[in-house]
């Protein structure tokens, strides 16, 4: 395969016609050989970021895209050497699989046989050996988004580029598809950049997370940082379940009072608000409990439930339980929270909600 | 699990639905052919009786020759060579307007600029012209009086004309074609996946190869049968070729001229069957053919 490439934006923008920018200035950096995902909501300006990348789209004036060091801003998609996967699959529907996947090689103008060698090696590196004659119409979604995977590696692209591609897939084929594309990447050692709104895909696929809300990027880091360490309240909950529990008063003892108990979390002194998530939260017997509560409703999920306890704030605590034991609502239960599991985040939520109303 | 529980439900909807219509499956029927029954006396009346009329009626012996005129047709020059000319005429008008307008159309539709929608107002406008009206039009442009003739008069002091001829007739009927294929092109162009053009692009096309494998491909079913519907109009058009003269042999004016000039009917009858059924054949050809390309993008 071709060496990787790193990919460098640099202050890209963009602002659609009716002066609506859709994309704050962005400066990103994606390391040779990495897969770099995209999560966010739809409208935070992911997919805008990939098709600036493609060059399907360009940064408003001012910015910058480079591939290692090649500046290849004003190059257009078909001169940069992208492979791309699209949501609908975008196959050709009136060519078959085989000459779906040699297109690109054709067009690079290959002998007969280096085309009929990489097309055999990219269908069985997607698993679709004897598909070659196959109508694009006869074939199920998750095949399909096999050829079209297959068509983007087989011309051995610089870049991989993802656009939400399992997104109109069924869970279970998602899943699947999910592991395989993960395995194909790291094989391939191509960079590769995938928008997702799907947290798990995102945790899953990416060395690194870049978690996009209006036009900016909120965080940026390995799914454990972004997980562990939101930077926000708007990543906190974008990833994941969290609770928020207020503080109410810090004791002179430095305990801080919350609704239903006390915390100790020195490292979190002065915080207004204390984030952490459901199955961070251990249920103990009442007599060990920071927090007591009751147990007002019960989600079976399997395996595991989801209990809302109330223990006085305003919205009911999420927590994880072992799915085999009973919680008839009303039940009192005692919970721990260990002060590791705490935390903050950096930005104070008021202003990320005022924001994300001002972008609607 | 699923397989299993799925197959007695849908035994039993079988069985449910079997037993309602087996007892009131007559009583449906008569309803049914009670409400149809206007029709079927239009659609016999209007439609089934002139035309069995018509196809018999060209089996009967021509005026001149004295034998079927069907036969007739084939063995006289004059008549092979009216079906010819106005075969010819028809499938270069089709090509030559999905040509241009195919070209129009697409940039219509993907290319957005003030003024747009007055333009492709003023190019659709030929549609609401009859036949008369585009002749007269074809007449003012290269008649005897014509701005070609006024023009080349005044340069070089002869006039030159084409109204007369089959090429007024190809400029007239190009006239009302050409707006048809606009409007066709500009919808198909409108439904076509830009993500295809996006997954070309990314493996390496340019925009002719784009065009060639993608755009072309999609749009394929729409050039398809708008040519055929041109081809069929021009086929059957009447007035303008009555409009620039009648010493044009082309079938529509013939069917016309054996009609009324020499009362022969079995002629007008032949010519008309035939005429009837190039277009047909043309239509359910295109229709075949387009049908197969869309089952392939769906």
């Known amino acids: ?360 | 699990m699923k397989a299993a529980s799925k197959q007695p439900l849908g035994a039993a909807s079988f069985s449910t639905r079997w037993m309602v219509l087996t007892v009131p499956v007559r009583h449906k029927s008569l309803v049914a052919v009670l409400a149809l029954m206007p029709a079927l006396i239009v659609f016999c009346a209007f439609w089934l009786l002139p035309f069995s009329r018509l196809i018999l009626m060209g089996a009967e012996a021509d005026r001149s020759s004295g034998v079927s005129a069907y036969l007739t047709i084939l063995t006289h020059r004059q008549y092979l060579i009216s079906i010819v000319t106005t075969v010819g005429i028809s499938l270069v008008v089709s090509l030559t307007a999905v040509a241009i307008a195919g070209f129009v159309g697409f940039f219509l539709a993907r290319q957005h600029f003030w003024g747009k929608a007055v333009l492709v107002a003023i190019l659709t406008f030929p549609l609401a012209f009859p036949g008369v009206v585009v002749g007269f039009l074809v007449i003012m442009l290269g008649g005897r009086q014509g701005a070609l003739a006024q023009s080349s008069l005044w340069l070089f002091g002869e006039r030159w004309m084409f109204a007369y001829s089959l090429a007024g007739l190809f400029i007239g009927y190009l006239y009302f074609s050409i707006p048809r294929v606009i409007t066709t092109v500009m919808a198909a162009c409108d439904n076509l996946d830009k993500s295809l053009e996006e997954a070309a692009r990314s493996l390496g096309a340019n925009t002719w190869q784009v065009t060639k494998d993608v755009i072309v491909p999609g749009i394929a079913p729409a050039l398809l049968s708008t040519g055929a519907i041109c081809f069929a109009t021009s086929m059957g058009a009447f007035g303008t070729a009555f409009t620039l003269g009648t010493r044009l042999n082309i079938l529509p004016l013939n069917i016309y001229g054996e009609f009324t000039n020499y009362a022969n009917f079995a002629m007008a009858a032949a010519l008309s069957v035939v005429l009837g059924a190039i277009t047909w054949i043309a239509l359910s050809i295109a229709r075949r053919l387009a049908g197969g390309n869309l089952g392939a993008s769906a």
């Open chain 1, 1 to 360: 395969m071709s060496s990787s490439v790193s990919i460098t934006l640099t202050h890209c923008s963009r602002t659609f016609a009716g002066g609506h920018m859709a994309l704050q200035p962005l400066d990103l950096k994606v390391n040779a050989g990495e897969t770099l995902v995209l999560l966010g909501p739809s409208g935070c300006g992911k997919t805008t970021t990939l098709r600036i990348i493609s060059g399907l789209e360009s940064p408003d004036k001012g910015g910058q895209v480079q591939f290692g060091q090649r500046d290849v801003t004003t190059l257009p998609i078909e001169k940069r050497d992208v492979g791309m996967v699209f949501q609908n699959y975008a196959l050709f529907p009136n060519m078959s699989v085989a000459d779906n996947i040699a297109y690109g090689l054709k067009l690079q103008r290959l002998s007969r046989f280096e085309i009929t060698q990489r097309r055999d090696e990219a269908m069985r590196m997607v698993d679709l050996q004897g598909f070659g004659e196959r109508r694009i119409d006869a074939l199920s979604g998750g095949q399909k988004q096999r050829v079209a995977l297959a068509r983007a590696i087989a011309v051995r692209p610089k870049v991989l580029l993802f656009d939400e591609p399992l997104a109109a897939l069924d869970a279970k084929l998602r899943d699947r598809l999910r592991i395989e594309i993960g395995q194909l990447l790291r094989e391939l050692g191509t960079t590769a950049v995938y928008v997702t709104h799907d947290q798990d895909e995102a945790m899953a696929l990416g060395d690194r997370i870049a978690v996009m809300q209006a036009g900016r990027i909120a965080q940026l880091g390995t799914p454990q940082e972004i997980y562990h360490q939101p930077a926000n309240a708007f990543v906190a909950d974008f990833i994941g379940a969290v609770n928020c529990l207020s503080v109410i008063a810090t004791k002179p003892d430095g305990q801080l009072a919350v609704h239903g108990g006390e915390l100790s979390a020195p490292h979190l002194l002065g915080a207004t608000e204390i984030y952490c998530r459901p199955e961070d939260i251990q249920v103990v017997p009442l007599n060990q409990a920071d927090i007591k509560g009751q147990v007002v409703q019960s989600v079976f999920l399997g395996q595991t439930q989801r209990l809302l306890v109330d223990a006085g704030g305003t919205v009911p605590l999420q927590i994880e339980a072992p799915s085999r034991q009973r919680w008839p609502n009303g039940t009192a239960i005692g919970l721990a929270l260990p002060f590791n599991v705490l935390f903050h985040p950096d930005k104070p939520t008021t202003t990320i909600n005022t924001k994300e109303m001002a972008n609607g």
